[in-house]
């Protein structure tokens, strides 16, 4: 593309990226040697990133959960069906405390660590105040829930109203509406199929809890466990409305980000890769809740590593979920895994969210999280692994070519 605007930075990358620079403004307009870019830019504002720096990708959190980021102590860990208990027992009193204040702490709490993207799942709409005002790209992952058909038409028609909510964002607020169904135990499929067709029809990302828990497996392959005392007590029901067969089946044909999938059998994540779907790792939210560890090694879907909401988690740091997950997979090489977690926190994020974004590349959005090592790697092909060891914040947040943030 020829155009006569004058990129307004042109960043020089330093000691890790020897004779490097990216030149942008709103987007990224050049990747080439500091005097390349000079000679085409000449106007552009000139700026080493200095020493111990890194230039990454604005990081991306693709699934997170604003409307409990009041719970800190409130919840029961340990056992997945405890918490889901006390998710039903609290979720009133947690989603009236999760004020915008709180919310917006959460997204600011997302920009130190260098997150200019993610993936809100919002249940109620409550958060969509809060994502309009953020600087962040969010997509707003408008949640479907429920299992009683009688409730269906209630339940669809409060639904397509948050979706019309939530499309009629402004541009500068960076809102991409999306669709949500909550999992296989939770969400009808006259109601899943539905939004299905909704969201084909208008293009919006989609995402879906799948294979959490083992009582999750239990439930959907035989009716029986603690699921079953969970719907007969809370539900009055006594059967799954959907089986693992059928409701990836309702989503052939639209590829799907699926959370957590920590029980899912071999066959199960290949047919997730065969069938173009995403898979969304979040490795603190599953420890928490005891749901043992998704084995990465054998995904071969794009994978995200994401935080999960305050509902299971401590902090929405990305560089805390890398480390958490850097210490779960152990027997993988750590200098390896670190690269990969990056790329689940970048370019393999943006490809689950399907938003051209996690690269630096011509073209691409110029988000950026700054890294600054406080210690130079004598190795650099360590530089990933000490990216997360060392860093508890990114030194500067870039979105859409603007500093937002600096530490
Ligand atoms: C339901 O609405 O059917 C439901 C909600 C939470 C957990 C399980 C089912
Ligand atoms: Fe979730």
């Given at each position: 593309?020829?155009?006569?605007?004058?990129?307004?930075?042109?960043?020089?990358?330093?000691?890790?990226?020897?004779?490097?620079?990216?030149?942008?403004?709103?987007?990224?307009?050049?990747?080439?040697?500091?005097?390349?870019?000079?000679?085409?830019?000449?106007?552009a504002l000139v700026r080493d990133l200095g020493s111990g720096s890194?230039?990454?990708?604005?990081?991306?959190?693709?699934?997170?959960?604003?409307?409990?980021?009041?719970?800190?102590?409130?919840?029961?860990?340990?056992?997945?069906?405890?918490?889901?208990?006390?998710?039903?027992?609290?979720?009133?009193?947690?989603?009236?405390?999760?004020?915008?204040?709180?919310?917006?702490?959460?997204?600011?709490?997302?920009?130190?660590?260098?997150?200019?993207?993610?993936?809100?799942?919002?249940?109620?709409?409550?958060?969509?105040?809060?994502?309009?005002?953020?600087?962040?790209?969010?997509?707003?992952?408008?949640?479907?829930?429920?299992?009683?058909?009688?409730?269906?038409?209630?339940?669809?028609?409060?639904?397509?109203?948050?979706?019309?909510?939530?499309?009629?964002?402004?541009?500068?607020?960076?809102?991409?509406?999306?669709?949500?169904?909550?999992?296989?135990?939770?969400?009808?499929?006259?109601?899943?199929?539905?939004?299905?067709?909704?969201?084909?029809?208008?293009?919006?990302?989609?995402?879906?809890?799948?294979?959490?828990?083992?009582?999750?497996?239990?439930?959907?392959?035989?009716?029986?466990?603690?699921?079953?005392?969970?719907?007969?007590?809370?539900?009055?029901?006594?059967?799954?409305?959907?089986?693992?067969?059928?409701?990836?089946?309702?989503?052939?044909?639209?590829?799907?980000?699926?959370?957590?999938?920590?029980?899912?059998?071999?066959?199960?994540?290949?047919?997730?890769?065969?069938?173009?779907?995403?898979?969304?790792?979040?490795?603190?939210?599953?420890?928490?809740?005891?749901c043992g560890r998704l084995p990465i090694e054998e995904i071969r879907?794009?994978?995200?590593?994401?935080?999960?909401?305050?509902?299971?988690?401590?902090?929405?740091?990305?560089?805390?979920?890398?480390?958490?997950?850097?210490?779960?997979?152990?027997?993988?090489?750590?200098?390896?895994?670190?690269?990969?977690?990056?790329?689940?926190?970048?370019?393999?994020?943006?490809?689950?969210?399907?938003?051209?974004?996690?690269?630096?590349?011509?073209?691409?959005?110029?988000?950026?999280?700054?890294?600054?090592?406080?210690?130079?790697?004598?190795?650099?092909?360590?530089?990933?692994?000490?990216?997360?060891?060392?860093?508890?914040?990114?030194?500067?947040?870039?979105?859409?070519?603007?500093?937002?943030?600096?530490?």
């Open positions: 593309m020829v155009t006569n605007r004058v990129p307004e930075y042109l960043y020089r990358l330093g000691e890790f990226h020897p004779g490097r620079a990216v030149a942008f403004d709103d987007t990224i307009r050049a990747v080439d040697t500091p005097e390349a870019l000079q000679a085409r830019f000449p106007e890194v230039l990454y990708p604005g990081f991306i959190n693709a699934h997170v959960h604003l409307e409990f980021s009041a719970n800190r102590a409130t919840l029961r860990y340990g056992d997945f069906m405890e918490w889901l208990e006390s998710v039903i027992e609290h979720r009133d009193e947690l989603v009236d405390a999760a004020d915008e204040e709180t919310m917006a702490a959460a997204c600011e709490e997302m920009l130190a660590s260098g997150i200019t993207a993610f993936g809100a799942i919002s249940s109620f709409g409550a958060d969509l105040a809060v994502c309009r005002r953020t600087p962040q790209r969010v997509v707003y992952f408008n949640e479907l829930i429920g299992s009683n058909p009688a409730a269906a038409d209630m339940l669809y028609g409060d639904f397509l109203r948050r979706v019309e909510e939530s499309s009629e964002s402004r541009p500068e607020e960076r809102i991409v509406p999306a669709v949500a169904i909550h999992s296989p135990y939770a969400t009808h499929p006259v109601l899943i199929r539905k939004a299905l067709d909704l969201a084909r029809l208008r293009n919006m990302p989609v995402s879906a809890h799948l294979l959490e828990s083992s009582y999750e497996r239990e439930w959907l392959e035989h009716g029986s466990g603690k699921f079953r005392e969970f719907f007969l007590r809370f539900f009055k029901s006594a059967a799954p409305v959907s089986d693992i067969d059928h409701f990836l089946e309702l989503f052939e044909g639209t590829p799907t980000l699926f959370v957590h999938c920590v029980h899912t059998t071999a066959d199960e994540r290949r047919r997730l890769a065969d069938s173009g779907h995403s898979v969304a790792h979040c490795p603190r939210s599953n420890r928490l809740l005891g879907s794009p994978l995200a590593l994401a935080t999960d909401g305050y509902s299971s988690n401590w902090s929405m740091n990305l560089f805390d979920e890398m480390r958490a997950a850097l210490m779960l997979h152990h027997r993988a090489d750590p200098r390896i895994l670190a690269r990969r977690l990056l790329r689940c926190v970048t370019e393999d994020a943006a490809t689950a969210l399907k938003q051209e974004m996690g690269r630096i590349v011509p073209g691409a959005p110029a988000d950026f999280a700054v890294v600054r090592l406080p210690h130079i790697p004598s190795r650099p092909e360590e530089i990933a692994l000490h990216t997360i060891l060392h860093t508890r914040e990114a030194a500067e947040t870039i979105i859409a070519g603007n500093s937002v943030r600096k530490s």
